[in-house]
C-alpha cells in the first residue's frame, strides 16, 4: 500500500477529528489574523472597562457591577490579568475576546456533538468560527465576548446534569451560572433561561425523589456560590437600579413590535447598522447560511415533539430577550450574541436535514452521495472566502470602521505619549474619546484632559503649551486657541489609511 493510500485511509478513518482540527485552525486565523491592527483602534466601552481593569491592578479596587462594565465584573477581572502581562494597549483589550472566541467555538463543537451529532456538530462549529458576526464579538475588548461561551459551556452542562445526574456535574453547573450572573446582562438572561427550561423539564419528567446526603450537599454549595454573587449584586444596588436607563428599555408594545421584527430580519435582510458589530447593515447570515437557519428553525418546529429541538427552539427566543428590550441601536448584534451558538446549531440542522434529503434521494448510487456532500463543502468552503472577504477586505477598508473605533483619539493618544514638549500639554477631545486617552496613557507623560467646552475657560497664563486636538474637536478648538493664544503654531497629522487630517497640534510658543 503506498503512503498516499495509507494516509488517505487514516484520514478518512478519522474524519470527524480531522474536520475539528481545521476548524479550530480557522477559528484561530479568523480570531488573530492582523490581531495587532484590526479593529483599527478603540471604542470608548472598552477603554472605560480597561480603566477599571487598571484601577483594579493599581489600587486594588475590585469592581463591582455598574454600566461602565457592562455590569460584568469578571471582564473586568480578566482584562486586568491581560493589562498586567502586555500593558496599556489596544490588543491587550482583546487577547481575552479571541481567546473566548476560539474557546466558544470548541464548546460549541461539544455541546452540539452531545445533544445531536457529529455533521452538526462540525457545521455549526464551523460556521461559528467564520461567520463576521462572531468574529467581530471575538475581536471587540467589551463583555459581550463572553456570551457565546457561556451560552455553549452553560447548556451542555446542563445537558450532562440532566442526563447524568452526578453531584460533579451539578456542582459544575453551579459554578457555571455564578460565572454567567457575573458577566453582565446577556450572562443573566443565559442563566435565567438555564434555570427556567431545567424547571420545565424537571417537572415534566417528574424527576424527584428523597433528598440525600449528595444532594444536600449541592445545595449548601449552591447556596454558599450564589450568597457571594448576591454580596457583590448588594453593594452593586445603587448601580443596578439605574440598569432600565443605561440600556434604553422599550416602554410601548408598538416600539416592541418593531424591535423584535427589525431583530428577527438581521439575520437574514437588514443586520446592525454600527460598524463596531457589522459591515453596516449586512445581514449577519450569508445567502447560503441564512437559508440553512430558516431550514433548521422549519425542522425544529417540525420536531417539537423531541426534547433537544424544543429546547433549542425556546433557547432561540429567550436568548434574544435582551435585543428585543433595548432600543440602543436597532437591530443590535451584540445584544443577540448569547443567541449566536443556537443560530449555528439552527443552520447545522438546516444543512444536515438537505445532506438527508440527498441521501434519501439516492439511497444506493454513492457517487450522486459523494457530489451532494462535495457540494455542502464547496458552498461551507465559500462561506469562508466569503467571510475573510467581508471582514479583513471590506469591513477593514472601510472609513466609518476607523471612525466606529476612534482612529483620531488612539492617535492622538499616541502622540502624546511617543513625543516630548518642554511646557505643559493638553489633550482636547470630546467627552467620548478622552477615556480611550486616558487608558491608552496611563504610566506615560502627564497632560492635562480638556472638552472644548474646559478648553474655553482655561487661564491664560504664561509659558509654552502644546494642544493635540482630536479630529472631531478641531473646528471648536481651533477657533477658541486662536483667540486664545493668538500666534501659535497650527500642525496637521493625516491618516495613514484615508489620508484625511487625523489630528492637530497646537503649539504656542510662550
Given at each position: 500500500m503506498s503512503v498516499l493510500q495509507s494516509s488517505t485511509k487514516w484520514i478518512v478513518a478519522r474524519r470527524d477529528w480531522v474536520f475539528a482540527g481545521i476548524i479550530l485552525i480557522l477559528a484561530v486565523i479568523m480570531r488573530f489574523w492582523h490581531f495587532g491592527t484590526l479593529p483599527p483602534?478603540?471604542?470608548?466601552?472598552?477603554?472605560?472597562?480597561?480603566?477599571?481593569?487598571?484601577?483594579?491592578?493599581?489600587?486594588?479596587?475590585?469592581?463591582?457591577?455598574?454600566?461602565?462594565?457592562?455590569?460584568?465584573?469578571?471582564?473586568?477581572?480578566?482584562?486586568?490579568?491581560?493589562?498586567?502581562?502586555?500593558?496599556?494597549?489596544?490588543?491587550?483589550?482583546?487577547?481575552?475576546?479571541?481567546?473566548?472566541?476560539?474557546?466558544?467555538?470548541?464548546?460549541?463543537?461539544?455541546?452540539?456533538?452531545?445533544?445531536?451529532?457529529?455533521?452538526?456538530?462540525?457545521?455549526?462549529?464551523?460556521?461559528?468560527?467564520?461567520?463576521?458576526?462572531?468574529?467581530?464579538?471575538?475581536?471587540?475588548?467589551?463583555?459581550?465576548?463572553?456570551?457565546?461561551?457561556?451560552?455553549?459551556?452553560?447548556?451542555?452542562?446542563?445537558?450532562?446534569?440532566?442526563?447524568?445526574?452526578?453531584?460533579?456535574?451539578?456542582?459544575?453547573?453551579?459554578?457555571?451560572?455564578?460565572?454567567?450572573?457575573?458577566?453582565?446582562?446577556?450572562?443573566?438572561?443565559?442563566?435565567?433561561?438555564?434555570?427556567?427550561?431545567?424547571?420545565?423539564?424537571?417537572?415534566?419528567?417528574?424527576?424527584?425523589?428523597?433528598?440525600?446526603?449528595?444532594?444536600?450537599?449541592?445545595?449548601?454549595?449552591?447556596?454558599?456560590?450564589?450568597?457571594?454573587?448576591?454580596?457583590?449584586?448588594?453593594?452593586?444596588?445603587?448601580?443596578l437600579k439605574h440598569i432600565g436607563n443605561a440600556a434604553v428599555l422599550v416602554t410601548s408594545i408598538t416600539s416592541l413590535a418593531d424591535i423584535v421584527t427589525k431583530t428577527l430580519f438581521m439575520f437574514n435582510l437588514q443586520g446592525d447598522d454600527s460598524f463596531v458589530h457589522n459591515l453596516?447593515?449586512?445581514?449577519?447570515?450569508?445567502?447560503?447560511?441564512?437559508?440553512?437557519?430558516?431550514?433548521?428553525?422549519?425542522?425544529?418546529?417540525?420536531?417539537l415533539h423531541e426534547r433537544r429541538y424544543r429546547v433549542l427552539l425556546a433557547l432561540f427566543g429567550l436568548l434574544l430577550i435582551p435585543a428585543f428590550v433595548s432600543g440602543a441601536g436597532v437591530p443590535n448584534a451584540a445584544h443577540a450574541a448569547a443567541v449566536l451558538p443556537v443560530v449555528m446549531i439552527l443552520v447545522g440542522i438546516g444543512i444536515s436535514y438537505m445532506l438527508e434529503l440527498w441521501f434519501a434521494t439516492f439511497p444506493i448510487n454513492s457517487a450522486a452521495r459523494s457530489i451532494g456532500q462535495a457540494a455542502i463543502i464547496v458552498l461551507l468552503g465559500l462561506t469562508f472566502v466569503q467571510s475573510y472577504t467581508q471582514y479583513f477586505r471590506a469591513w477593514a477598508g472601510t472609513t466609518e470602521a476607523y471612525g466606529a473605533y476612534n482612529e483620531s483619539a488612539v492617535a492622538s493618544a499616541k502622540a502624546l505619549t511617543h513625543s516630548t514638549f518642554n511646557g505643559q500639554r493638553y489633550l482636547v477631545g470630546d467627552a467620548s474619546e478622552l477615556p480611550i486617552a486616558a487608558y491608552l496613557t496611563e504610566g506615560k507623560p502627564s497632560y492635562a484632559a480638556l472638552t472644548t467646552a474646559s478648553l474655553v475657560v482655561l487661564p491664560i497664563g504664561p509659558g509654552p503649551r502644546q494642544f493635540v486636538i482630536t479630529g472631531s474637536a478641531n473646528h471648536q478648538a481651533q477657533t477658541t486657541l486662536a483667540a486664545k493664544f493668538p500666534g501659535g503654531l497650527l500642525k496637521a497629522y493625516p491618516s495613514a489609511f484615508s489620508g484625511s487630517d487625523l489630528y492637530y497640534v497646537y503649539e504656542v510658543a510662550k
Open positions: 483602534g478603540l471604542t470608548t466601552a472598552e477603554a472605560v472597562i480597561g480603566i477599571q481593569a487598571q484601577n483594579l491592578l493599581n489600587h486594588g479596587w475590585i469592581p463591582g457591577l455598574s454600566a461602565a462594565n457592562g455590569y460584568a465584573p469578571l471582564f473586568v477581572w480578566l482584562q486586568a490579568g491581560a493589562i498586567a502581562v502586555f500593558g496599556p494597549t489596544t490588543w491587550a483589550l482583546r487577547v481575552w475576546p479571541a481567546v473566548l472566541g476560539v474557546a466558544s467555538v470548541v464548546a460549541l463543537w461539544i455541546w452540539t456533538r452531545s445533544w445531536f451529532s457529529h455533521r452538526i456538530a462540525g457545521i455549526a462549529a464551523f460556521v461559528l468560527a467564520v461567520t463576521p458576526w462572531a468574529v467581530m464579538i471575538a475581536r471587540n475588548g467589551t463583555p459581550t465576548a463572553l456570551a457565546p461561551l457561556l451560552t455553549a459551556l452553560t447548556f451542555m452542562i446542563a445537558g450532562y446534569v440532566y442526563t447524568r445526574r452526578t453531584a460533579n456535574w451539578q456542582l459544575v453547573l453551579v459554578l457555571i451560572l455564578c460565572v454567567d450572573l457575573l458577566s453582565g446582562p446577556l450572562g443573566w438572561t443565559i442563566a435565567a433561561s438555564c434555570l427556567l427550561i431545567g424547571a420545565v423539564e424537571v417537572i415534566r419528567a417528574r424527576i424527584w425523589g428523597k433528598p440525600t446526603v449528595t444532594t444536600v450537599g449541592v445545595i449548601v454549595a449552591a447556596v454558599l456560590a450564589l450568597t457571594a454573587v448576591g454580596y457583590l449584586y448588594a453593594v452593586s444596588w445603587g448601580a453596516g447593515g449586512q445581514p449577519l447570515l450569508n445567502v447560503f447560511t441564512g437559508l440553512m437557519f430558516i431550514a433548521g428553525l422549519l425542522v425544529s418546529i417540525a420536531r
